[in-house]
């Protein structure tokens, strides 16, 4: 698990570390992590063209000192100073001493052409708004390509925003992130996320110093853990019962995915509720499932997955699930029908069209701010929010966030959401709490994403579905606790 944590939290953990280390001790520790991982995307550090872009603040002198050392093992160093009156001065002595060359502005984009490397130390942490003036300007010129070399960003991309995942303005854009002592949510979250490039991390000691994160990023062990494991003495009732009332006479491929998905995702049974002829397409492709026409008459289920695909009309039918009294998994046209505020376990599942229509506020605010609006909207509803899209954000009422890692952009297809809406309310019946069956369906669903376009390049919803099964398996290890003979390994 990767745990993220505001920049407030950072600075209080960064004081209390310093408090014992002799002063620049951490800074050096940074710089260590930063040149490693520099020195390995370079073809041989000696005689590589490095330039280093550094502003007023300790983010500039991470990079003039990674510059130094840089310089000390043969590189070509050039610095261009942001604010040359308030640069880092120790770090910008080690850089001169080392045999570092200072650039001015109007020379920088001839050296940034020729580097092999810039390093992106303009802002850190203590940047507030997107970059303006000179800064904006380098910014652009890397953001049009106008460097053959990686651009590494120090700590973060300069002029995204640390703490929510949002570009106010000019970014610097970055093919890798080296970032210290924690995550940040503009590391995970899009659009910032999006312009960190490859994260790496590096551990400067703060752990001991950190609260419990409230952001957090899950990984294969950890979703794993999570995942029901059916004992020995389950039955099919005992694993959970999700009912499923989805699809319509105009969608009834939405049933079929949404079906599949609840069938795959550990429940002991799917009780399918929809109109007869809808019914007789689920049950030719999904004949495990028990079908009736609403959810008052298909019996007894431990959660429901409600409106994928179902049109208009069933206001009653979902009236009737969501009033049940059990966990929801709430998706496309059952958003209409929310009450005022839910009292029980709940999970609702837009994406940023359907999200900005329940907040009355246009698409692209919700993508621009993906975290506030997932939030707002859980605190509003008391529901767990799981915003798809780019990044996935499940946002519980609690102020508990999970971002979801994996994916493709070629999940963007017409019935992916509604695999994953079966997936996560099969997880709801099988005893997760909403933010466990949210966060690890979406995982889940975003592997078998990746694994079905590796397979077919622009896979369909059925073949993100017929992924899963293998996704789920090697999460869970081929041997799940529930074995009555161990399979013997080979
Ligand atoms: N505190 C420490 O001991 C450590 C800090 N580290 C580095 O220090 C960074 C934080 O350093 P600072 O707190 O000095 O802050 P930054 O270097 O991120 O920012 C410097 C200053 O820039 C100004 N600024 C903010 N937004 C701006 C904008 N949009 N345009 C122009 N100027 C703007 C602010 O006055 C801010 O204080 C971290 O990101 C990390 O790189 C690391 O060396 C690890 C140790
Ligand atoms: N750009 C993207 N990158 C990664 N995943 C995406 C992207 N766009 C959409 N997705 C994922 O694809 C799925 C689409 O779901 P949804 O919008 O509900 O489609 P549908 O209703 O047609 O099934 C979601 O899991 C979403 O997170
Ligand atoms: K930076």
């Not at 703060?206 to 409230?214: D, F, H, K």
């Not at 429901?304 to 049940?324: F, I, M, P, Q």
């Not at 946002?395 to 019935?415: I, M």
């Not at 077919?456 to 009555?484: K, N, Q, T």
Request: proline share 5%; net charge negative; glycine share 16%.
């Amino acid at each position: 698990m990767i745990g993220v944590h505001t920049v407030e939290e950072i600075r209080a953990a960064e004081d209390a570390l310093m408090a014992r280390l002799p002063d620049g001790a951490l800074m050096q520790r940074a710089v260590a992590g930063l040149v490693t991982v520099c020195a390995g995307l370079l073809d041989g550090v000696y005689g590589a063209r490095v330039v280093v872009l550094a502003g007023a603040g300790n983010n500039g002198g991470d990079a003039l000192w990674a510059g130094a050392r840089l310089a000390r093992r043969g590189a070509h160093a050039d610095a261009v100073l942001l604010n040359p009156d308030k640069a880092h001065a120790e770090g910008l002595a080690a850089f001169r001493a080392a045999g570092g060359r200072l650039v001015d502005l109007g020379a920088a984009a001839g050296a940034l052409a020729a580097a092999d490397l810039v390093l992106d130390g303009i802002l850190g942490i203590g940047g507030r708004g997107g970059l303006r003036g000179d800064a904006a300007e380098l910014a652009a010129l890397l953001r049009a390509g106008r460097t053959a070399g990686a651009v590494v960003a120090v700590d973060l991309s300069s002029g995204v925003d640390p703490d929510t995942g949002e570009t106010p303005g000019e970014h610097v854009v970055a093919d890798h992130t080296v970032t210290f002592g924690t995550g940040k949510t503009a590391l995970v979250v899009d659009p910032a996320a999006t312009v960190a490039g490859v994260v790496h991390h590096v551990d400067i000691g703060l752990g001991p110093y950190l609260p419990s994160p409230e952001l957090t990023v899950l990984d294969d062990a950890d979703v794993a853990t999570l995942l029901p494991d059916p004992g020995r003495e389950s039955d099919k009732y005992s694993r959970g019962v999700v009912g499923v009332l989805a699809g319509s006479a105009q969608f009834p491929g939405a049933a079929v995915l949404a079906v599949g998905g609840a069938l795959h995702g550990g429940a002991g049974m799917v009780r399918y509720a929809g109109p007869d002829a809808v019914a007789v397409e689920v049950r030719q492709r999904w004949p495990e499932a028990i079908a009736g026409p609403s959810p008052d008459v298909v019996g007894r289920v431990q959660a429901w997955t409600v409106g994928s695909g179902l049109g208009d009309g069933r206001e009653d039918d979902v009236r009737a699930a969501l009033g049940a009294g059990l966990p929801v998994l709430v998706d496309a046209d059952g958003l209409r029908g929310l009450p005022e505020r839910f009292a029980g376990p709940a999970l609702l599942t837009p994406h940023a069209g359907e999200l900005a229509r329940l907040l009355g506020v246009e698409r692209a605010e919700v993508e621009a701010r993906r975290l506030h609006h997932a939030r707002a909207a859980a605190t509003r509803w008391n529901a767990v929010v799981l915003l798809k899209g780019s990044t996935t954000v499940v946002a519980a009422p609690d102020g508990r966030v999970r971002v979801n890692p994996t994916g493709t952009s070629a999940l963007a297809a017409a019935g992916t959401g509604d695999v994953l809406a079966g997936l996560a309310g099969s997880l709801l019946a099988g005893g997760l709490s909403p933010l466990d069956a949210g966060s690890v369906a979406a995982y889940a669903h975003g592997l078998a994403g990746q694994r079905a376009a590796a397979g077919s390049g622009y896979p369909s919803a059925a073949d993100v579905l017929a992924a899963l099964p293998g996704v789920l398996r090697s999460l869970r290890g081929v041997v799940g606790a529930g074995a009555v003979h161990p399979l013997t390994a080979e």
